[in-house]
């Protein structure tokens, strides 16, 4: 610690011995009023200064120009926002030596790592947290969300909550990294519009996990956190229920569609650390990566239209969960620079020699693939394909997306769709080199 941030927090220290029994004083007040009186005292003036300082010597927030203010200034509107103000005027105990480190590495630092916070709707008592790749899966509890906000001794009395309070049940998994792309800023910019969460960064962990089930998992909020300073809401669509009798209601979080049992946590522990060990470009080699990389993006772009048993919630999706899925089954077992020509029937082979437990199995992927290659021509042509037939292709071809991305990444061959053809024609070839395989993969995974 720098001296000047040592000089930074002991200013801070001042400015709340001395605002706090002045706090009193203004009953007549609004918290907003507080903030702004504490903020243009003489002791807010040396706080400053002492703060511009600081972050100057952190290195944190540290203008271009010489003459631009380092660090956040100390105004009544961080002082409302942070609920200090609120603080200092209510009778709840606090100690001030630790309110003023918090408000000092919130004025000037030192730089810290920012993280990204993807929340899932998996309902799942995740038993430890698990790296996944550089992505720590965890379950927070109430301690440990309430701990990330800003100033957090404060933070009760915060104008705003940082966080969904349906986060403080306890009951999301999130998958969370830190970013070193990320810098922290001096105001947080107002969202007035979302397109949803921006899954691309987190697409393998995401994969993984939507390769277990064909009940699909999806981002139900996302947040940017530099913890004890910011926390910025990207998204936020948690879906909530209540509980409780008439009159005496109360929200909860609404989890799922997939939910895994206490039974299943090790095993989905242990395909998730397999799944994101195998799904990196070191391992793959950039060609494979990058194709599976594109499947998964049209496969996860479907979760939020996928309900229970992947049935589609809403008919009218069904045609755009089509598209995706044949898309990136069609993606997934090409070749660049392979012909066009006949490319569903070379597909729709590949997909049922590389997922096919036996000979039935083959035949009925061969002619699910088929026939949502048909439903995807109507759809490209402007026809409307026979219901019957749209909602089993929107509903079949999910399972054998998902099969063939888990074979794709434990098989690790650059040239699947080949291979696939080889396997077609080749016993040996078949169980050599993708049934045994997948069968040593998943012995690995179901091993008591």
């Given at each position: 610690?720098?001296?000047?941030h040592?000089e930074?927090?002991?200013a801070?220290v001042?400015?709340?011995s ?23 005292s003489?002791a807010?003036?040396?706080?400053r200064?002492a703060?511009n ?13 010489g003459?631009r203010?380092a ?6 509107d ?14 709840h ?5 630790a ?12 730089p810290?790592?920012?993280?990204r ?8 008592e995740l ?5 996944l790749g550089?992505w720590?899966?965890?379950?927070p509890?109430a ?6 906000r800003?100033v ?34 001096r105001?947080l ?9 921006s899954?691309?960064?987190v697409?393998a ?8 089930s ?14 004890g ?5 990207l998204?936020?669509s948690i ?9 005496d209601?109360?929200e ?7 939910h895994?049992?206490d ?8 395909f ?8 990196t470009?070191?391992?793959l ?24 048993r ?16 044949v ?8 070749g ?9 029937r ?7 020699v ?11 992927t061969l ?10 021509s109507?759809i ?10 749209l909602?089993e292709?929107?509903?079949?071809v ?44 998943y012995?690995?995974?179901h091993?008591?």
């Amino acid at each position: 610690m720098t001296p000047e941030h040592l000089e930074l927090v002991a200013a801070l220290v001042d400015l709340i011995s001395d605002a706090r029994p002045r706090a009193g004083e203004h009953a007549d007040l609004t918290d907003r009023e507080t903030a702004d009186a504490i903020a243009e005292s003489p002791a807010g003036d040396t706080v400053r200064r002492a703060a511009n300082a600081a972050a100057r010597a952190n290195g944190y927030l540290n203008g271009e120009r010489g003459d631009r203010h380092a660090g956040r200034a100390l105004q009544g509107d961080a002082l409302f926002r942070l609920g200090v103000a609120a603080l200092l005027r209510s009778n709840h105990e606090f100690n001030a030596e630790a309110l003023a480190g918090q408000l000092a590495a919130y004025l000037a630092g030192p730089p810290e790592d920012l993280w990204r916070y993807f929340v899932l709707n998996i309902d799942w008592e995740l038993p430890r947290p698990t790296d996944l790749g550089g992505w720590r899966l965890s379950r927070p509890g109430a301690d440990e969300w309430r701990a990330q906000r800003p100033v957090p001794i404060a933070a009760d009395h915060a104008a705003t909550q940082a966080w969904d309070p349906l986060l403080e049940s306890g009951w999301h998994v999130v998958l969370a990294t830190p970013d070193p792309e990320l810098a922290p800023v001096r105001d947080l910019p107002l969202r007035l519009f979302s397109r949803g969460p921006s899954t691309r960064s987190v697409w393998a962990p995401l994969l993984a996990v939507n390769l277990w089930s064909d009940e699909p998992a999806r981002v139900v909020a996302e947040y940017v956190v530099e913890p004890g300073r910011t926390v910025d809401c990207l998204y936020s669509s948690i879906p909530y229920t209540y509980i409780g009798s008439p009159g005496d209601e109360c929200e909860v979080p609404l989890l799922g569609p997939l939910h895994v049992d206490d039974s299943h946590s090790e095993r989905l522990i242990r395909f998730l650390t397999e799944i994101t060990t195998r799904l990196t470009e070191r391992e793959l080699g950039t060609k494979l990566h990058d194709r599976i990389r594109r499947s998964a993006l049209r496969f996860l772009s479907t979760s939020d239209m996928v309900g229970y048993r992947a049935d589609v919630t809403f008919s009218d999706d069904e045609p755009q969960v089509v598209l995706n899925y044949v898309t990136s089954l069609e993606n997934l077992l090409s070749g660049g620079s392979e012909s066009h020509t006949d490319l569903s029937r070379r597909t729709a082979q590949r997909a049922a020699v590389l997922i096919g437990e036996n000979d039935g199995d083959r035949l009925r992927t061969l002619r699910c693939v088929k026939d949502a290659y048909n439903v995807r021509s109507s759809i490209a042509h402007g026809s409307d394909p026979r219901p019957r037939k749209l909602t089993e292709a929107a509903t079949q071809v999910r399972s054998i997306l998902r099969r063939a991305l888990v074979a794709a990444i434990v098989l690790g061959e650059a040239e699947l769709g080949p291979l696939c053809d080889e396997a077609l024609l080749s016993q040996g070839t078949l169980r050599a080199k993708i049934n045994n395989p997948l069968a040593e993969f998943y012995s690995l995974i179901h091993a008591p």
